[in-house]
């Protein structure tokens, strides 16, 4: 949230000049860059919108609560009011979503999407945004989810005519999703006086605020109900897009027998394996026939055991990018590719017989078993040499084939506590994007710390589990990985001074009591051993310990990789090809670290093996142990 007070309060501030110079600085605080023009210019037209028709309407001390962070997201609702209901006398709250929008039309595809002459692609239908807004807070939210008649949500197009949008009113209306115009504003003073009373909001913004986080709906713990018996996630803005995208596409492909291509692209966490969970779900209850395929041993696994815990048809529903070299061409109408940029060059291995090598493309394998391929990827994880899943590569094979391709882009997330500062603060710290790194400023979502040993870093996180949250320690691959043996102690290989500790498993055996490979970051068990990027990637927990090794270290002005530093035989060895570049080398190590450094959902704690990374790292993070407020374990439960 970046302002609350009085509707009167915040009008008056709006008109002495200081509202905006106030939104700005916060939301650079917050965020870690300065809002766009855009951002800026919509505070300046619909604040004052929405500011003048509470006072119109008599409710000058109801409590405005100004770009309101959703919990565990980096997704904002414009407003929230907070007030006292007028016939119950209980809280009451309303979410406003504000639109400058003069002139939008429901897609012809999907009315749940809408169409506008400066968007270059469909966006969602404003009353199933703030709909979803409100889902959202009741899920999350302790003083709501006791009490969900309390939320109500309206959409308020201040600057548009009912006929300039007419169309959008015809999805669902409910007490959560509603919509005004300006030519309707008396209609939406009524509405916000059957809402909320003359009394003053400050108390109910006060519960709301204090209320306890709800658990977060971990997408293993509740994949079986999402795949097999109803919806468990929900679906805000752009990942509902997403979601719709698909949906369209396929009755599009049945209706005209053709293939189209959708990629939806995103960063960590901004809920791809929640889309492909949602859309596999609703397909699967459909009998519309789809499978969900990855590159990653241990996500397939772990969802084979999670959500087929019971039912071996929802086993057979999760498959390798490899799993199609003699599949037939259209056998599938849906694939989701979740996790696409693992796609590899070519399903053939050294195993793979003769007889199999077809000489395809893995992309276009994929591509071809079904009408509706779907790719939902992270361009910034790939780590390892011959993964060509991009939109470039993508976009290409599907042009190759002269198939329709659509792309949803996603940019909110709920990873790393919804902190867009500290997705911004990794991919700056490692050069990723950006003019280099920066001092972390602490933003209330995520906390980070430095630890000087890799045993204060083992202790800080066996803190954290003895408050109960969950922890996992990861290291960049600079130890040799030795295979375990039964009824013999995990080879310790990970060494540091006089600490020693054993990676994650190979196999698909526990041993020792440890857990097999795939499910090292979701089994309890998994704690004790290092996992590496192979293990950790596609997966989150509440805290997160990296280890960087001495193949990234940081030198003078900026960061030097070692390769040879690497134990990673993808890259140390061209595997019968020619080794990677340097380059690709430099890239894909830092692309390692970024993916180890965002599987925390509440915290982050770093140590590097190197003295001199070590002193910038402090120099970066200069508050030591964070005074970030994240939801206590107790809280998120």
Same mark, same amino acid.
């Given at each position: 949230?970046?302002f *609350?007070? $009085? ?8 008109l002495?000049?200081?509202?905006g110079?106030?939104?700005t600085?916060q ?13 800026t210019?919509?505070w300046?037209r619909?604040?004052p919108a929405l500011?003048?028709?509470?006072l119109?309407?008599g409710?000058g001390?109801v409590e405005v609560?100004?770009?309101y962070?959703?919990p565990?997201t ?10 006292v209901?007028?016939r119950t006398?209980e809280p009451?709250?309303v ?5 400058q929008?003069s ?9 749940l999407l809408?169409?506008?002459?400066d968007y ?11 709909r979803?807004? =409100?889902?959202?807070?009741?899920a ?5 989810a006791?009490?969900p008649? *309390?939320i ?8 548009a005519?009912?006929f300039?949008?007419s169309?959008l009113?015809e ?7 509603r919509m005004f115009t300006?030519?309707?504003r008396?209609d939406?003073?009524a509405y916000l006086?059957s809402k909320?009373s ?11 605020l ?6 977060s709906?971990?997408l ?5 109900q999402e795949v097999?018996?109803?919806?468990q ?5 752009e990942?509902?897009v ?5 949906? /369209?596409a ?7 027998d ?5 990629i939806i692209?995103?960063g ?5 394996s929640?889309i ?6 609703e397909?699967? /209850?459909?009998g519309?026939?789809?499978l969900?395929a990855t590159g990653?041993?241990s ?5 084979r055991?999670?959500a ?7 086993r ?5 990018f ?7 061409r259209? $056998? ?5 590719c979740?996790e696409?940029?693992?796609v590899?060059?070519t399903?053939?291995?050294r195993?793979t017989?003769a007889?199999?090598?077809t000489?395809?493309?893995q ?6 078993v079904a009408r509706v ?10 780590v390892r040499?011959?993964e ?6 993508i976009?290409?094979?599907?042009a190759?084939k ?7 882009e996603l940019?909110?997330?709920?990873r790393?506590?919804g902190?867009d500062?500290?997705l911004?603060w990794?991919?700056r710290?490692?050069?990723l994007?950006g003019d ?5 400023e602490?933003?209330?979502r995520?906390?980070?710390d430095?630890?000087?040993?890799p045993?204060e870093?083992?202790?800080?996180l066996e803190?954290?589990r003895?408050e109960?949250?969950?922890?996992r320690l990861?290291?960049?691959?600079c130890?040799r ?6 009824g013999e102690?995990l080879?310790?290989d990970?060494?540091?001074g006089?600490?020693?500790r054993?990676?994650?498993l190979?196999g698909?055996r526990s041993i ?6 795939a499910?090292w ?10 996992g =590496?990027?192979?293990t950790a990637q596609?997966?989150?927990y509440?805290w $997160?310990?990296v ?7 940081w030198r003078?002005?900026g960061?030097v990789?070692?390769?040879?530093a690497s134990k990673?035989p ?5 595997n019968g090809?020619a080794?990677a570049s340097?380059?690709?080398v430099d *890239?894909l190590?830092r692309n390692t670290?970024?993916?180890?450094l965002t599987r ?13 990374? /070590? ?6 993070v200069?508050?030591?142990r964070?005074?970030?407020?994240a ?7």
């Amino acid at each position: 949230m970046l302002f *609350r007070d $009085s509707a009167t309060a915040v009008a008056a501030r709006r008109l002495e000049g200081s509202l905006g110079l106030y939104l700005t600085e916060q939301f650079t605080r917050v965020h870690g860059y300065r809002p766009s023009m855009a951002e800026t210019r919509s505070w300046d037209r619909s604040i004052p919108a929405l500011t003048d028709a509470l006072l119109d309407a008599g409710l000058g001390q109801v409590e405005v609560l100004l770009e309101y962070g959703l919990p565990l997201t980096s997704k904002r609702a414009d407003a929230v009011l907070a007030g006292v209901h007028p016939r119950t006398g209980e809280p009451s709250y309303v979410v406003v979503e504000l639109k400058q929008w003069s002139e939008a039309h429901p897609d012809d595809d999907d009315p749940l999407l809408c169409v506008l002459d400066d968007y270059p692609r469909p966006v969602l239908n404003p009353i199933e945004q703030v709909r979803g807004y =409100c889902d959202y807070l009741v899920a999350f939210n302790g003083a709501l989810a006791q009490h969900p008649e *309390r939320i109500s949500g309206v959409a308020y197009l201040h600057n548009a005519t009912a006929f300039g949008v007419s169309g959008l009113d015809e999805v669902e209306l409910s007490e959560r999703g509603r919509m005004f115009t300006a030519d309707r504003r008396g209609d939406f003073l009524a509405y916000l006086q059957s809402k909320l009373s003359a009394a003053s909001g400050a108390e109910a913004a006060d519960e709301l605020l204090l209320a306890k986080v709800q658990p977060s709906k971990h997408l293993m713990a509740v994949a079986a109900q999402e795949v097999r018996e109803r919806e468990q996630f929900v679906l805000l803005d752009e990942q509902r897009v997403a979601y719709e995208t698909v949906l /369209r596409a396929v009755e599009r492909a049945h209706e005209a027998d053709h293939k189209e291509v959708v990629i939806i692209t995103g960063g960590p966490g901004t809920g791809k394996s929640v889309i492909a969970l949602s859309l596999l779900g609703e397909l699967y /209850r459909r009998g519309v026939p789809a499978l969900h395929a990855t590159g990653s041993q241990s996500f397939t696994k772990t969802m084979r055991k999670v959500a087929g815990a019971r039912k071996p048809e929802v086993r057979d529903l999760f498959k390798y990018f490899n799993s199609f070299v003699a599949a037939k061409r259209n $056998s599938l109408d849906v694939l989701v590719c979740d996790e696409a940029h693992r796609v590899r060059e070519t399903s053939a291995s050294r195993f793979t017989p003769a007889s199999q090598r077809t000489g395809k493309r893995q992309l276009e394998e994929l591509i071809d078993v079904a009408r509706v391929p779907v790719f939902l990827l992270d361009q910034h994880q790939v780590v390892r040499p011959g993964e060509t899943g991009t939109v470039e590569e993508i976009k290409a094979a599907a042009a190759q084939k002269d198939l329709q391709c659509r792309m949803v882009e996603l940019d909110s997330q709920f990873r790393c506590g919804g902190s867009d500062a500290y997705l911004r603060w990794v991919v700056r710290l490692l050069g990723l994007e950006g003019d280099g790194a920066v001092v972390w400023e602490p933003d209330g979502r995520m906390q980070l710390d430095v630890a000087d040993s890799p045993e204060e870093l083992e202790a800080l996180l066996e803190e954290k589990r003895s408050e109960g949250y969950g922890a996992r320690l990861s290291a960049g691959f600079c130890w040799r990985w030795s295979d375990a043996k039964p009824g013999e102690p995990l080879p310790t290989d990970v060494q540091i001074g006089d600490w020693a500790r054993p990676w994650n498993l190979k196999g698909e055996r526990s041993i020792m009591g440890a857990p097999p490979s795939a499910l090292w970051a979701t089994d309890p068990a998994g704690f004790g051993q290092v996992g =590496c990027v192979y293990t950790a990637q596609g997966f989150e927990y509440d805290w $997160s310990g990296v280890i960087i090794g001495p193949d990234l270290v940081w030198r003078e002005n900026g960061w030097v990789v070692d390769r040879a530093a690497s134990k990673d035989p993808a890259l140390r060895r061209g595997n019968g090809k020619a080794a990677a570049s340097d380059i690709d080398v430099d *890239r894909l190590i830092r692309n390692t670290y970024k993916v180890l450094l965002t599987r925390g959902m509440v915290g982050t704690a770093i140590y590097s093996t190197d003295p001199e990374t /070590r002193a910038k790292l402090r120099e970066l993070v200069k508050s030591g142990r964070s005074t970030a407020t994240a939801p206590s374990a107790a809280q998120r439960r």
